[in-house]
């Protein structure tokens, strides 16, 4: 292949080289005119006019400039993480050594669901302050109840009975201040209505419960460790149905990406993308890359993303717009760099244009400027031509 596309080359150039068309006779007005104007290809603009012979064009492929609606894409990178949303850390409201851990990382749990139990006098003291108030809850609604009884058969004064249910009132108050208590240590009303029924020694217990549905994705204690109220956290739980992907967008795709745009996530791991949704973009620029932060939400199946994986980004805007678009293999660049094509401007004519790129998508690009519809550009074979016209020069 190689050695077919050196021969091109060559032929090319030798054509070029070897015998110059006759020239025209220069006495003729026409030639004069000719000559005191410069070449000019179909779109009217200044250009170098070099023709390819008829063996050669067999080598080159042409295709037309085309109008197209175009969807911007940004391709950029990410790394996987647990979705905040539903994710949280299980932390104990007593302080206390674990007895018990019965849950462990990897382990699926539905809210309410214990993890671990903690030896705590705190539940100690709030048990024994939930039967004394139910104790005296329940003498103060018996003689309530007696006290009535005797008013009705008037051996009791209105005073004696007022004074009866304002006792009654204030036990009925300290019996759900105890209540209240118990359930924010975590204690269930069952477990409340079982201890009602106990007469035995106080339950030194308690038991920590799953926050929320989920997948127990770190477990930062150990048995026997002491544990803090309200400081130590003891189970990272997630819902890893869905996760978050932490992009980069750069300056000059901000504009393109809005709230809501599709996104294709690819990992080198998996041969199938994943799908999500963007839902936020940051508000400041970080100064040491460049970049801004964009968020995805994605969803997970089977938990085939992990944390902090890293993936290749696929953003897809919404908006569509007209476009001219040529294939990417027609476009080659200067000494500076600037990009350009090759235009037919006859049956075996060319002409060298300069061209403004946009986007690119796939094999086709974005031309902003330099092109028409329906003009026809090397798309295949445009090296050689440069490399004759260069020649030829």
């Given at each position: 292949m190689r050695g077919s596309l050196l021969a091109v080359a060559v032929a090319i150039v030798s054509s070029a080289c070897s015998s110059p068309p006759p020239a025209a006779s220069t006495d003729s007005p026409a030639a004069k005119a000719a000559a005191a104007a410069p070449a000019r290809d179909v779109a009217g603009s200044r250009a170098t006019l070099f023709s390819v012979s008829p063996e050669q064009l067999s080598h080159l492929q042409v295709a037309p400039v085309a109008r197209t609606t175009w969807t911007t894409i940004v391709r950029t990178t990410g790394t996987v993480d647990w979705d905040n949303e539903h994710t949280t850390q299980a932390i104990t409201q007593v302080s206390g050594p674990i007895v018990r851990i019965v849950a462990d990382a990897g382990a699926h749990v539905k809210a309410g669901d214990p993890l671990l139990y903690v030896a705590s006098p705190d539940v100690t003291n709030a048990l024994a302050a939930y039967r004394k108030a139910k104790n005296r809850y329940d003498l103060a609604d018996r003689s309530l109840a007696r006290n009535r009884d005797l008013l009705a058969h008037k051996a009791l004064s209105q005073r004696d009975l007022e004074s009866a249910e304002a006792d009654f009132n204030d036990a009925a108050t300290d019996l759900q201040a105890a209540q209240?208590?118990?359930?924010?240590?975590?204690?269930?009303?069952?477990?409340?209505?079982?201890?009602?029924?106990?007469?035995?020694?106080?339950?030194?217990?308690?038991?920590?419960?799953?926050?929320?549905?989920?997948?127990?994705?770190?477990?930062?204690?150990?048995?026997?460790?002491?544990?803090?109220?309200?400081?130590?956290?003891?189970?990272?739980?997630?819902?890893?149905?869905?996760?978050?992907?932490?992009?980069?967008?750069?300056?000059?795709?901000?504009?393109?990406?809005?709230?809501?745009?599709?996104?294709?996530?690819?990992?080198?791991?998996?041969?199938?993308?994943?799908?999500?949704?963007?839902?936020?973009?940051?508000?400041?620029?970080?100064?040491?890359?460049?970049?801004?932060?964009?968020?995805?939400?994605?969803?997970?199946?089977?938990?085939?993303?992990?944390?902090?994986?890293?993936?290749?980004?696929?953003?897809?805007?919404?908006?569509?717009?007209?476009?001219?678009?040529?294939?990417?293999?027609?476009?080659?660049?200067?000494?500076?760099?600037?990009?350009?094509?090759?235009?037919?401007?006859?049956?075996?004519?060319?002409?060298?244009?300069?061209?403004?790129?946009?986007?690119?998508?796939?094999?086709t690009t974005e031309v902003t400027s330099g092109l028409k519809a329906g003009e026809a550009v090397v798309s295949q074979g445009s090296v050689f031509l440069q490399f004759a016209n260069t020649y030829q020069q």
């Amino acid at each position: 292949m190689r050695g077919s596309l050196l021969a091109v080359a060559v032929a090319i150039v030798s054509s070029a080289c070897s015998s110059p068309p006759p020239a025209a006779s220069t006495d003729s007005p026409a030639a004069k005119a000719a000559a005191a104007a410069p070449a000019r290809d179909v779109a009217g603009s200044r250009a170098t006019l070099f023709s390819v012979s008829p063996e050669q064009l067999s080598h080159l492929q042409v295709a037309p400039v085309a109008r197209t609606t175009w969807t911007t894409i940004v391709r950029t990178t990410g790394t996987v993480d647990w979705d905040n949303e539903h994710t949280t850390q299980a932390i104990t409201q007593v302080s206390g050594p674990i007895v018990r851990i019965v849950a462990d990382a990897g382990a699926h749990v539905k809210a309410g669901d214990p993890l671990l139990y903690v030896a705590s006098p705190d539940v100690t003291n709030a048990l024994a302050a939930y039967r004394k108030a139910k104790n005296r809850y329940d003498l103060a609604d018996r003689s309530l109840a007696r006290n009535r009884d005797l008013l009705a058969h008037k051996a009791l004064s209105q005073r004696d009975l007022e004074s009866a249910e304002a006792d009654f009132n204030d036990a009925a108050t300290d019996l759900q201040a105890a209540q209240q208590a118990l359930r924010v240590y975590g204690v269930t009303q069952a477990e409340i209505t079982d201890d009602e029924r106990q007469t035995g020694a106080l339950r030194a217990e308690l038991v920590m419960r799953a926050p929320l549905t989920g997948t127990v994705v770190q477990r930062l204690v150990l048995p026997g460790q002491v544990i803090q109220a309200g400081a130590t956290a003891a189970f990272v739980i997630s819902n890893t149905s869905t996760v978050w992907v932490q992009g980069h967008l750069y300056d000059k795709d901000l504009g393109a990406i809005r709230v809501g745009d599709t996104v294709d996530i690819r990992s080198a791991s998996y041969p199938d993308p994943f799908h999500g949704v963007v839902t936020y973009i940051g508000d400041m620029i970080d100064p040491a890359t460049r970049t801004t932060p964009v968020r995805i939400v994605t969803d997970n199946p089977h938990g085939l993303l992990k944390k902090d994986l890293f993936v290749d980004v696929v953003i897809h805007d919404r908006a569509t717009r007209d476009a001219l678009v040529v294939p990417t293999a027609a476009v080659l660049y200067d000494e500076q760099n600037f990009p350009f094509v090759y235009v037919r401007a006859g049956q075996d004519q060319f002409a060298e244009r300069k061209i403004s790129l946009g986007a690119q998508r796939d094999d086709t690009t974005e031309v902003t400027s330099g092109l028409k519809a329906g003009e026809a550009v090397v798309s295949q074979g445009s090296v050689f031509l440069q490399f004759a016209n260069t020649y030829q020069q």
